[in-house]
C-alpha cells in the first residue's frame, strides 16, 4: 500500500512537472552576491532481479527523495567566493530513513578551490557508464578501496585553462557505537590520499586518479589507479577505463589481493530527447580457481521534459570481484540478471 501511495503521489507531481517545467527548480535565495539553490530529484524505480538462470526471482517497487540538494555561495569579491552544500535522501525502503550524503564548506580564490567536511573525495569523477539503474562501472567504483565518500576529509582543487586537478585527504577515525543497536553509530573512517587529473585535447577527454588508503590500525594497506578516456563524435560518446588495485595485509595469514579491471561504454544520442546506451565490463580478481567478474548491460532514456525523464534497462553480472576496503577486504560473487525501469523527476 505504502508503495501505491507513494507512486501516486509521484505521478501527480510528474504531471504537474510536465504541465509547468519551471515549478520545481528555484532558487531561495538569489541576488548579485548571495545565492542558496534547492535542487534533487524524486525516484519512482520499478526492478525484476534474478539469477541468470531465472530462477529466484524478486520484483522490487520503490520511491526516493533522491539527492535533495542545498547549495549556498556567498561571493565576497571578485576573487573570493564561500560556498558550502549538504545533501540528503529520504529512502522508502529503509522505513523512510533521512541520510545525510553530503556536508561541507569551503571557498573558491580565483581558480582555486578548497573544502572540509563529509564530501566525496578527488577520484569520485572517474567512471565512463552512462547506467542509472543497473550495477555498471565496478571496475572503477569497486577498485577504489573504500569509495569515494568520507567524513572529516578535506578536498582541494586547481583549474588550469586546459587542465584540472585535485586532491583529497580523509582522516581516520575510529569505529563508534555498534552499528545493530546505536542510531548514532558511526563506521571507522579510513586514512586515505586520492589524486585526480582531467584534460580535453579536441574530441577526446582524458581523466586519472591514484591513491592510497589504510584502516587506523595499518593492518591493511590499499593502492589504486584508474585511467579512463572518452571520444565525442557527433552522435556518439565512447569510453573506455583501465583500473588496478592492490591489497597488502600485514598479517602474513590474511589474504592479498592483486585485481585489474577494464570498462567499455557507448551512448548514441538518437535525438534530442532519446538515448541508447551499452556498457561491458570486466575485473580480474587475482584468485586462482575463483571466476573473475563480468557484467554487462544496455539501456536507454526518454526525456518527456527538461524536469522528466524515463530509464530502461537490462544487464546481467556473474563472477567474483574484490571488494577492497582497507577495513576488511574480501571477494564479492555476483550471479544475477535484472530488467529496470526509473522514472525520475529533477527539481
Do not use: C, H
Not at 505521478?11 to 534533487?40: E, R, W
Not at 560556498?83 to 529512502?91: G, L, M
Not at 586462482?288 to 527538461?306: E, L, P, R, T
Request: proline share 1%; aromatic share 12%.
Amino acid at each position: 500500500m505504502k508503495a501505491i501511495k507513494l507512486a501516486s503521489i509521484f505521478a501527480l507531481t510528474t504531471v504537474a512537472a510536465a504541465v509547468s517545467p519551471t515549478t520545481f527548480a528555484f532558487d531561495i535565495v538569489k541576488s548579485d552576491d548571495l545565492t542558496i539553490n534547492m535542487n534533487g530529484d524524486i525516484d519512482l524505480l520499478i526492478k525484476n532481479f534474478s539469477k541468470k538462470d531465472g530462477s529466484d526471482s524478486d520484483l522490487e517497487i520503490e520511491t526516493n527523495f533522491d539527492d535533495i540538494d542545498f547549495d549556498f555561495k556567498w561571493k565576497i569579491d571578485d576573487s573570493l567566493t564561500f560556498i558550502a552544500a549538504t545533501d540528503w535522501t529520504v529512502q522508502s525502503d529503509k522505513e523512510n530513513d533521512v541520510v545525510n550524503d553530503q556536508t561541507w564548506a569551503g571557498f573558491t580564490y580565483n581558480k582555486f578551490m578548497m573544502r572540509a567536511g563529509y564530501q566525496e573525495d578527488a577520484i569520485d569523477p572517474l567512471g565512463i557508464d552512462t547506467f542509472e539503474v543497473e550495477s555498471m562501472g565496478r571496475a572503477s567504483g569497486e577498485q577504489d578501496g573504500s569509495g569515494t565518500k568520507f567524513g572529516e576529509s578535506i578536498v582541494i582543487g586547481y583549474d588550469f585553462e586546459d587542465f584540472e586537478i585535485l586532491a583529497s585527504y580523509a582522516i581516520a577515525s575510529e569505529e563508534v557505537g555498534d552499528s545493530d543497536v546505536d542510531d548514532d553509530y558511526e563506521a571507522e573512517v579510513v586514512d586515505r590520499l586520492a589524486l585526480y587529473g582531467k584534460t580535453k585535447v579536441g574530441d577526446f577527454q582524458i581523466e586519472a586518479g591514484i591513491g592510497q588508503e589504510s584502516d587506523i590500525d595499518d593492518t591493511a594497506t590499499v593502492n589504486f589507479w584508474q585511467a579512463q578516456i572518452e571520444y565525442f563524435t557527433g552522435p556518439f560518446t565512447l569510453g573506455a577505463l583501465y583500473s588496478s588495485m592492490s591489497v597488502d595485509q600485514t598479517d602474513s595469514s590474511a589474504t592479498d589481493y592483486d585485481s585489474t579491471g577494464i570498462e567499455f561504454n557507448v551512448n548514441y544520442e538518437v535525438n534530442d530527447k532519446l538515448d541508447v546506451y551499452a556498457g561491458y565490463e570486466t575485473i580480474n580478481n587475482g584468485v586462482s580457481g575463483v571466476d573473475n567478474y563480468v557484467g554487462m548491460g544496455v539501456g536507454a532514456s526518454y526525456a518527456f521534459s527538461k524536469l522528466v525523464k524515463l530509464y530502461v534497462e537490462t544487464g546481467t553480472e556473474e563472477g567474483s570481484y574484490v571488494s577492497g576496503k582497507s577495513t576488511g577486504a574480501k571477494l564479492s560473487e555476483k550471479d544475477s540478471r535484472a530488467v529496470s525501469m526509473l522514472l525520475s523527476l529533477d527539481f
